[in-house]
Every structure is written in structure tokens, then in C-alpha cells.
């Protein structure tokens, strides 16, 4: 009798972790809904991409739906995801920079790609492990690191990679990714950031400054 309680205690343990879903937040304005699903750990980014990543990024997928009818500008870099914990705030990564030759990888507090000033430590580089190493430690820059997709005074760069495989992560990630284009009509994709440690939903916030105003997401 004991042996069969146990098993139907596991049981319910397997049935509760398969059907525990990911947080979802929602918002909106006049003239933009926006609903986010958060895939914050090793599982659920591996659930949402197929692979882990090596641990170091978070995914959400974005839903945008316009309201008004007029035409909406959607760009990545109009989406910031920050954590109440400990202050650390990042932008989303293209997918070159997470799987590509010569991928990019960066410590805490990032900023669009980068890392912030005061990180005593500097950035971190390297792909994620199995496609060219563990990442590695830069020395610091001097002023930090600014937006690796392309913001003016950003002093790190990727190696090439020429001689590098092409890692076959990096065509799922690019044909998941939120495109960047003008819509009318509903528009949904994934968004990539990079904080280090765990952080629990609850102190996750998706931020959204655009076109279509400024919007915040809480997770719970």
C-alpha cells in the first residue's frame, strides 16, 4: 500500500510539472495590446528553442496586436527587460549574438548587448557552450560596453568566428525571433536578453517604449 501511494504521489508531482505553464502578462493601450510569455529558466528556454543556451538568456514571447488601425513600427530594441532583484536591465540580442560565428555573450546588467559601466569586471564573450567554448572574461573597457547591434561607442566587439561551424541553434533562434517591420495586423515573436543568475517571475518586468507609447509588463 505504501509502495502504491508513492507512485501516486509521483504521479501527480509529473502531471503538475508538465502542466505548470508559463507566466503570462498583458497590457495595453489606445492603440497596442501587448501579451508576454516568459521562459526564464534552462527548461522552459529549452522548451521555447529547443536548446538551453548555455543558461545565460531568458526568452519571452511578445504578442502585438494594433488598435487603432494606423501602421506600427515594431522594432526589437524597443523592448527592455529589467529585474526588481538586482537592478540588472538588458535589451534583446540578435541571434547572431547569442548563436552565430563569433557569438557575443556578456555578463550582468546588460544594456541592449552590453554591459553596464560600473560592472568590475567587464563583459563576457564566447559562444554558448558546444559552439566554440565557455564564454570568457574581457578586461574592462573604460566606459562600457553600449548597444552591440550597432549603438555608436561600443568599445567590445566578436571575434569572426570565420573558421567556426554553423551552429544549427542559430536558424531556429533567427526564425523565431519577433520580426522587425511595419504592422497593421497581430504580430508575434520571441525576444532574447541576457541576465546573470535565477531570477523568479515576480521580479521580472518587460518594458516597451515605441511607437505606440511606453507599456510595462509584470510577471507573477
Not at 507566466?23 to 492603440?31: I, Y
Not at 535565477?198 to 507609447?213: S, V, W
Amino acid at each position: 500500500m505504501r509502495l502504491l501511494a508513492a507512485f501516486a504521489v509521483s504521479g501527480l508531482l509529473l502531471l503538475a510539472a508538465a502542466d505548470k505553464k508559463p507566466p503570462v502578462a498583458e497590457t495595453g493601450n489606445q492603440r497596442l495590446g501587448i501579451t508576454a510569455t516568459l521562459y526564464h529558466d534552462k527548461e522552459a528556454v529549452k522548451e521555447a528553442v529547443g536548446s538551453d543556451l548555455g543558461g545565460y538568456f531568458i526568452v519571452v514571447r511578445v504578442e502585438l496586436a494594433p488598435k487603432d488601425g494606423q501602421a506600427l513600427n515594431v522594432l526589437r530594441d524597443d523592448f527592455l527587460l529589467r529585474s526588481h532583484s538586482d537592478g540588472q536591465k538588458s535589451g534583446p540580442f540578435a541571434p547572431s549574438q547569442i548563436a552565430g560565428r563569433g557569438a557575443l555573450v556578456v555578463g550582468r546588467a546588460v544594456y541592449g548587448g552590453g554591459v553596464a559601466p560600473n560592472d568590475p569586471t567587464g563583459p563576457v564573450w564566447g559562444g554558448i557552450p558546444g559552439t566554440g567554448g565557455m564564454p570568457q572574461q574581457l578586461p574592462q573597457q573604460g566606459s562600457g560596453v553600449g548597444n552591440m547591434a550597432g549603438e555608436e561607442g561600443a568599445t567590445v566587439t566578436a571575434q569572426s568566428g570565420v573558421k567556426d561551424k554553423e551552429n544549427p541553434v542559430l536558424a531556429v533562434l533567427k526564425q523565431k525571433v519577433l520580426p522587425e517591420k511595419e504592422i497593421r495586423e497581430p504580430l508575434a515573436g520571441l525576444l532574447y536578453f541576457s541576465l546573470e543568475g535565477k531570477h523568479k517571475p515576480k521580479d521580472l518586468e518587460l518594458q516597451y517604449n515605441g511607437p505606440a507609447g511606453k507599456l510595462t509588463l509584470q510577471f507573477h
